[in-house]
């Protein structure tokens, strides 16, 4: 069995023109795969690295150039995605479980093979070595990559985002805090697959929520709503105390149990002066 572990590097949409819009079939493409293969051991044994030339936001974001240094030419002489995915997928192999800081690019990555028609590429063996590091070191907030190469005093000899660089320090980190318990690889699709489920449970609820005062605790009549991706928003009015109110729900993610958290909050003149938060479990009244 090998371990891949893999750093990727996006491009996003930027409004260069008027008439540019985003395409809300894929939010990032994917622009480098950058990849280290381990044996059994956590020797490594193999690299993978690959330009790839995107289709759907041609043109760099200039933040992305900021922080990556690939620009437009560089990409433009890139491969590719559908050919690289293709050779990245048979250099993976059969046996080998996938392994990432955190789950933004097993996430991206499979939203850009389903996009370009690529299906033969597994997730069922996903290993997040963000999540080992953070009880490694008993810690409650995701940290930074570079972060991490500090605490453990790796050597930094490449610089940072840039995605084979960045997965040859997760690579060093791995080695320092991976114990082979096999609990800690998951089946990362089916996982997916059922918290998508819970999150379209839950924003069904949304909207169905009764925004109150938070300080009668009047329920009031809603004026005005809008949802946004895993968030809802809600305006009303208190007769009784003669206040504005705006009511936000979210879904939040806590240890990988999806609930509602919601808050109403008093407003004048669009600025906040008071707010009451409900529990985190989907709410009572919805």
Wanted: proline letters at 3%; charged letters at 25%.
């Amino acid at each position: 069995m090998n371990y891949i572990v893999f750093d990727l590097e996006f491009n996003m949409f930027f409004k260069f023109n008027e008439w540019d819009y985003a395409n809300p079939a894929l939010k990032s493409e994917i622009i480098q795969i950058g990849a280290v293969k381990l044996n059994e051991s956590l020797e490594t044994i193999d690299q993978f690295n690959s330009i790839i030339r995107p289709v759907i936001y041609k043109r760099i974001n200039p933040y992305v150039k900021k922080k990556t240094t690939i620009d437009t030419r560089t990409v433009n002489q890139g491969t590719p995605f559908v050919q690289t995915i293709e050779s990245f997928n048979s250099w993976v192999g059969r046996d080998s479980v996938l392994c990432s800081w955190g789950h933004d690019d097993i996430l991206g990555l499979r939203d850009n093979s389903l996009f370009f028609g690529f299906k033969s590429l597994s997730l069922d063996r996903f290993i997040n070595i963000q999540q080992i590091y953070m009880h490694f070191e008993g810690l409650n907030k995701q940290p930074s990559l570079e972060s991490a190469v500090e605490a453990l005093e790796i050597e930094k000899t490449f610089p940072f985002h840039d995605a084979l660089s960045d997965a040859i320090y997760t690579a060093e980190i791995f080695k320092k805090v991976y114990n082979f318990s096999e609990k800690v690889i998951i089946n990362w699709e089916k996982v997916q697959r059922e918290n998508e489920e819970k999150i379209l449970e839950l924003k069904n609820l949304l909207d169905k929520v009764i925004i109150s005062c938070p300080q009668c605790g009047k329920d009031l009549h809603k004026t005005k709503e809008i949802s946004k991706a895993k968030k809802y928003f809600a305006h009303g009015y208190c007769d009784h105390c003669n206040l504005p109110i705006r009511h936000i729900s979210r879904i939040i993610n806590n240890d990988g149990e999806y609930s509602i958290l919601s808050k109403n909050s008093i407003f004048v003149k669009d600025k906040v002066i008071e707010e009451q938060s409900a529990s985190s479990s989907p709410p009572a009244k919805a």
